[in-house]
């Protein structure tokens, strides 16, 4: 079995941070591949099991919080549960965005017709809200920063697509095809016979940060914990800001957030007071297609 690196951002006696690579699932799934509570016994031994406390999807890249034991694996359950703990991705969309910003509020529900996927349902689904910012235009494309504010399975890939934002590659709800440079590179050359390499051919999707408060018993305050971004996903967005954006007047802004994100320092959260209720997508339009 080949050996897999979880790189660890934090660990104290009760809780363990991870960047969780694309490709690792949270969960055993049907596919047989080693999945994330395999590898941590191997590669992070503790007393007692790992507890999930919050899930990211499979193809999902990015921050992920486990508790050591009961006690933490409670506290941090609740919060999150609660709405209590927020946590900023940065996604990859297709475009042209119609708004810069928005809040879309979307009851979700499993598909009858295909359980691994979700749809929008106003009437039986459960209550879905994510908040949206868009970061900069990538040509074709667009990078987001976005906040859910629940926690529903696959909620930001619903929602933006649902949205008419959709991410630039979800085999499930959006296209399944790789991003390539030759096609927003202009003049590309490839050398003969040499196929060409796709910039990225996983989820667009990344949880870029996660911030929580600390047990009752410890006497820290609120901390903010970034999970870099894995090489496929910088370089899709150095080759994309450099060949595939439009020139605009903001590129020293542009220039100035591409580094911030690349060497994971923390970016603000989305503040629920600039979502206006003009700026909220409320569906009552009926099912997304499943």
């Known amino acids: 079995m080949k050996k897999v690196s979880i790189p660890v951002l934090y660990e104290n006696q009760d809780i363990l941070i991870l960047n969780k690579p694309s490709g690792i699932s949270v969960t055993k799934d049907r596919s047989g591949a080693p999945w994330l509570m395999e590898i941590l016994q191997k590669e992070f031994p503790t007393p007692e099991p790992l507890r999930l406390v919050h899930r990211i999807d499979k193809e999902t890249s990015g921050v992920l919080l486990l508790a050591k ?31 810069n910003r928005g809040r879309i509020k979307a009851p979700l529900l499993r598909s009858r017709q295909n359980p691994q996927t979700m749809h929008v349902q106003p009437w039986k689904g459960k209550e879905a809200v994510t908040d949206w910012l868009k970061l ?17 399975t696959h909620q930001i890939r619903v929602h933006l697509a649902h949205r008419g934002i959709p991410l630039a590659l979800d085999p499930l ?25 796709p910039l990225i051919s996983r989820l667009t999707l990344h949880a870029y940060q ?17 999970a870099p971004l894995d ?8 080759m994309l800001f450099k060949h595939a954006r439009s020139c605009r007047t903001a590129d020293n802004q542009d220039a ?7 060497t994971a320092q923390p970016l603000p959260f989305l503040s629920s007071e600039d979502f206006t209720a003009s700026q909220t997508d409320t569906d009552t339009s009926g099912e997304f297609a499943p």
């Open 69 to 99: 034991n009961k006690p933490a694996q409670t506290f941090y359950t609740s919060g999150f549960s609660k709405q209590r703990f927020a946590k900023l991705y940065l996604a990859i969309v297709q475009g042209p965005l119609p708004q």
């Open 256 to 262: 100035e957030l591409l580094h911030t994100i690349l």
């Open 136 to 152: 900069m235009e990538l040509g074709p494309f667009a990078l987001l920063a976005v906040q859910p504010l629940t926690g529903r």
């Open 173 to 197: 709800y959006a296209s399944p095809h790789p991003l390539m440079l030759s096609d927003y590179k202009k003049d590309y050359r490839l050398k003969k016979d040499t196929p060409e390499s």
């Open 231 to 238: 090489k496929k996903f910088s370089a899709t967005l150095k």
């Open 210 to 226: 996660i911030q929580i408060p600390p047990l009752p018993t410890e006497p820290q305050t609120v901390r903010t914990f970034v």
